[in-house]
């Protein structure tokens, strides 16, 4: 590995140390306050909630055969590299968020030093100033906070670093250093999209940057093209091993584009984003955790933002022709932009969410890039001059520059406290995002996490989260009627802590009507039918959830205690063995069927239902001490012993 440190001649070790040293420092100065947050944004997805993730080192073969998140209600990329890695951490740390924000920041850094020695190694006929200026700028830049300081963008980092070590390695290969250098860039461009497939642009960015920079052999080119298919097939082989594949419906709050629209229709909303991401990158504020719908606009050819940006590529173009700068620093800056952007334009396919901060982290390179070419221009620094050093700098660049990095640093910096956990973040952001109907529900639904998690809230601390939470799923029915999953969530608020049957009912009744194959939505209305003892309806919802999920055992549960309260005892038996016939493999069922035989008095025949349901959950400590009392009354001590065991261990 020492051998890459390999630097042109205009710059020592010493000197490439000592500003990774400020880099390295930097980065704790503007992130190391995140350490001390904890889980947020749908860090649920990668280590919080994820029992693969729990399941340590042992789990990684399974996690390189499931997708990113392993619910039952949707299917997501596939993204092994950083679940892995999880694993890993877990196996070592445990749940433990100040040690993950922490290991965020040290890729952050790796990212950082990485990008310095890329860009001296593209352009090591100038001096290594740009190249350390434009990594400054990527550094402190406010468009980076959210990558680095949510857990659940840690993929990106991932994707970033592997996306830098490929390129890295195809440059040696052009170099002529080994054909070693080809499998290096292979496995890192695997490894890159294995974290994310924000990398995805990079099989043109690659063979593009070595066009740019070198004099590459068509037949060399050629190889570095043709190596990707490799990656492809190895990436696609992989993904489709996946075995817990479910079709994840993409809805309006996410994007509106994704449920109708044609290609021509979304080139407008292309040239938006674009616009966005450009002013976000020269004035990022305010920062948001989420945008979508509706607080970013779904835009048409009518719109005056779309022509300016149009107009603003038509100029670019004529004055790269015009002037023959096709290979200008500047103009590879914008097109790296462009190029990496792509994906992330709502054109080809619609985004989720419609825009994000965290899709700029990548293509914000190039800005920075053609940004810190331009000022270097404007007050005439001699970049090309190989010798040129800090002291002969003007004070007007210091002045413009460090202005640039104070003002950048202070807004990341000030991030951090957003970031502290998930009702600290969406709270936050409401107050800016008040269009945005899903920050509204995110925040609804954090306010009811912290009353059900921190028990020392007062009464009138828990009254007020939960009148929050009301608010604000509201909101996003306002700005989204058909807003489904609030409807729902807003009617369990009125059912269980302002015990307002009607509007319970109500809003149940309204997210069923949206989706009729909404199991939860089904679920608790019959929960809340149950409450108001109208049985026939209740037990109406209780099937249809079966019907719609026969794995949903919450229903088998629930409809059984109905039927044990109506002395139902052989629509229970009939109800539970029908799942059993249906191969459903959870303790619930066969707890159910066991109570209806203890209940009758008939033990001998509850017996094998509620040992197999222990072989299901060995946790289960009820049916655990039961079976011990049960078999220490009959004298039979290894099994007494047997139970008595798993009791106690369940009982920790």
């Known amino acids: 590995m020492a051998s890459l440190i390999s630097l042109p001649s205009s710059i020592e070790k010493r000197t490439f140390y000592k500003c990774t040293l400020i880099f390295a420092v930097l980065s704790i100065l503007i992130y190391g306050k995140s350490v001390m947050n904890k889980y947020s944004m749908d860090d649920e997805y990668v280590i919080l909630n994820n029992k693969q993730v729990h399941g340590g080192i042992k789990n990684i073969s399974q996690i390189f055969r499931s997708s990113y998140s392993i619910e039952s209600k949707a299917s997501y990329e596939y993204r092994p590299i950083v679940k892995a890695l999880y694993a890993i951490e877990y196996q070592i740390f445990g749940e433990n968020p100040h040690i993950s924000h922490f290991i965020n920041i040290l890729i952050y850094v790796l990212c950082v030093t990485l990008l310095f020695y890329v860009l001296l190694r593209l352009i090591p006929q100038r001096n290594y100033l740009f190249a ?19 857990l659940k963008n840690r993929d990106a980092l991932l994707s970033f ?56 052999k068509w037949k060399k080119m050629l190889l570095v093209v043709v190596s990707f298919i490799p990656v ?39 040239f938006y984003s674009i616009y966005f991401y450009l002013k976000m990158f020269l004035i990022p504020h ?64 619609p985004v989720v969410g419609i825009v994000g901060e965290r899709f700029a982290f990548i293509p914000s390179i190039g800005l920075c890039i053609a940004a810190v070419y331009g000022l270097t221009v404007y007050f005439k620094i001699p970049i090309e001059n190989l010798s040129f050093k800090f002291k002969t700098i003007s004070n007007s660049f210091w002045i ?61 601390e828990q009254r007020e989260l939960i009148l929050l939470s009301k608010k604000h799923y509201l909101e996003s029915i306002r700005i989204i009627p058909d807003y489904t999953s609030s409807h729902n969530n807003l009617g369990m608020v009125y059912y269980m802590y302002l015990k307002n049957n009607e509007q319970a009912l109500k809003h149940l009744t309204k997210a069923i009507e949206l989706d009729s194959g909404y199991v939860e939505a089904c679920f608790n209305l019959a929960t809340v039918y149950t409450t108001l003892m109208q049985y026939d309806k209740a037990e109406k919802y209780y099937l249809k959830t079966i019907e719609l999920n ?25 109800l539970n063995q029908k799942a059993i016939d249906k191969k459903i493999k959870t303790d619930v ?64």
Request: hydrophobic share 50%.
């Open 132 to 150: 350390f200026f434009v990594t400054l700028l990527f550094l402190v830049h406010p468009l980076h906070s959210e990558v680095v300081m949510s």
């Open 400 to 460: 413009t520059f460090g202005l640039i990095l104070l003002l950048f640093s202070g807004k990341t910096f000030s991030r951090n406290q957003a970031w502290k956990d998930a009702f600290t973040l969406y709270s936050t952001d409401v107050k800016t995002a008040t269009e945005s109907a899903h920050t509204h529900s995110l925040l609804a639904a954090a306010a009811i996490s912290k009353v059900r998690s921190e028990k020392r809230l007062s009464p009138k």
């Open 286 to 349: 305010p920062l948001i955790s989420y945008y979508g719908y509706n607080q970013v606009p779904i835009v048409g050819w009518n719109n005056i933002i779309v022509w300016l940006v149009i107009l603003c590529m038509i100029v670019t173009t004529y004055f790269v022709i015009r002037y023959k700068a096709f290979r200008s620093i500047w103009f590879y800056g914008i097109l790296f932009f462009l190029i990496t952007i792509s994906m992330f334009c709502n054109v080809v396919v």
């Open 589 to 652: 069922i066969y707890i159910n069927i066991g109570n209806v035989y203890f209940m009758n008095g008939d033990t001998l025949k509850a017996l094998p239902y509620l040992e197999t349901a222990i072989s299901y959950n060995p946790n289960n400590r009820g049916v655990n001490a039961f079976l011990a009392m049960y078999y220490q009354a009959k004298g039979d001590q290894k099994k007494y012993t047997y139970y008595k065991e798993l009791e106690n261990r369940s009982a920790r």
């Open 232 to 270: 492809i097939l190895v990436f696609r082989i992989a993904a489709k091993s996946v075995k817990n594949e479910v079709i994840r419906t993409l809805l309006l709050w996410e994007n509106p584009l994704f449920i109708q629209s044609t290609f021509f229709e979304r080139i407008p909303q292309g």
């Open 550 to 574: 026969p794995k949903f055992t919450n229903s088998y549960l629930s409809l059984s205690n109905l039927y044990a309260m109506n002395k139902e005892y052989d629509k229970i038996i009939s």
């Open 161 to 216: 670093t592997g996306a830098l070590l490929s390129l890295l390695f195809y440059l040696r290969f052009e170099e002529n250093k080994g054909l070693i250098n080809l499998f290096g860039g292979l496995f890192f461009f695997l490894f890159a999209i294995m974290s994310k497939k924000d990398a995805i642009p990079f099989f043109v960015v690659i063979p593009f940057t070595l066009w740019f920079f070198r004099d590459i």
